[in-house]
């Protein structure tokens, strides 16, 4: 799998200037999905990375450890971005399975939305923590 070091580098210098090269490391009909999307075709996949770059400000990927297998690989990595000035970071993975051309046949991204995301925001972050504190196992006291 040569293709995964020049991709997680493309990932971790992503900028608007650079989406257009997602044909060089994603197969055609390739699938792209995540907690909010679920798409197929290089176009689909360069689109989300451009809606990013819109709906974010200084959006960036700090990539973290990788693990490969045949063609496949897991990534970890922490998406950082603003809103509205104010900074967040997803902390998360991606498995990456490969076709014989090294080109990326499925991108599927792991991370949780509730608490990494929707907890922070504002109007509907109180609720989902509540909700995570009703449903949490108590922690026992150390006797």
């Known amino acids: 799998m040569n293709t995964l070091l020049p991709l997680l580098n493309w990932y971790g210098t992503l900028t608007p200037h650079t989406v257009q090269f ?4 994603y197969a055609p009909m390739a699938r792209f999905k995540d907690p909010f999307n679920d798409v197929t075709g290089v ?10 770059f819109t709906t974010t ?11 490969t297998q045949n063609q496949q690989a897991f990534v970890t990595w922490t998406f950082k ?6 900074p ?4 998360g993975g991606s498995h990456l399975i490969f076709d014989e051309a ?3 046949t499925l991108h599927r991204d792991y991370w949780d939305a509730a608490e990494e995301l929707l907890q922070k925001l504002p109007i509907v972050g109180a609720p989902i ?7 949490a196992v108590p922690q026992q006291a150390n006797t």
């Open 81 to 86: 971005f603003s809103l509205h000035g104010k």
């Open 43 to 52: 176009a689909a996949i360069e689109n989300i990375f451009q809606h990013m």
């Open 57 to 67: 400000e200084n959006p960036r990927f700090i990539i973290g450890d990788h693990i």
């Open 88 to 91: 967040y970071q997803i902390v």
């Open 22 to 25: 997602a044909a060089q490391f």
């Open 102 to 104: 090294g080109l990326v």
């Open 129 to 135: 923590r509540w909700l995570r504190a009703k449903f």
